[in-house]
């Protein structure tokens, strides 16, 4: 079996910061695409963020220059820098993973979800 256990979330004034972090375990032979989406009440959940195991990154337009993506890949840990947060940036955030488990084939796997919510 496969976890990703998210951590970070929470409450932060608009222009402020925070960090998720995102933990794969189990049993792991490959992990390819790590990445972020977000789901905010009464919307779809969008793409926020990816970057492939050697480091190429892609962002959606809406958070591009405000959030940064990174991967330790010894950790099987992803994380989203967001800084100079919005109101609009207030969402329940899912991590995803594109995993290759021992001795089965490739498949996504999502986090359990954290709240981020920006407001004064």
């Known amino acids: 079996q496969v976890q990703l256990v998210e951590s970070g979330g929470g409450l932060v004034q608009p222009g402020g910061s925070l960090k998720l972090s995102c933990a794969a375990s189990?049993?792991?032979?490959?992990?390819?695409?790590m990445g972020w989406y977000r789901q905010a009440p009464g919307n779809q959940r969008e793409f926020v963020a990816d970057?492939?195991?050697?480091?190429?990154?892609d962002y959606a337009d809406s958070v591009r220059g405000r959030f940064t993506i990174s991967r330790d890949n010894a950790k099987n840990t992803v994380y989203l820098q967001m800084n100079s947060l919005k109101p609009e940036d207030t969402a329940v955030y899912f991590c995803?993973?594109?995993?290759?488990?021992?001795?089965?084939?490739?498949?996504?796997?999502w986090g359990q979800g954290s709240q981020v919510t920006v407001s004064a």
């Open positions: 970057t492939t195991s050697y480091g190429r990154a």
């Open positions: 995803y993973a594109d995993i290759r488990v021992t001795g089965r084939g490739l498949s996504d796997y």
């Open positions: 189990g049993s792991i032979f490959t992990i390819y695409d």
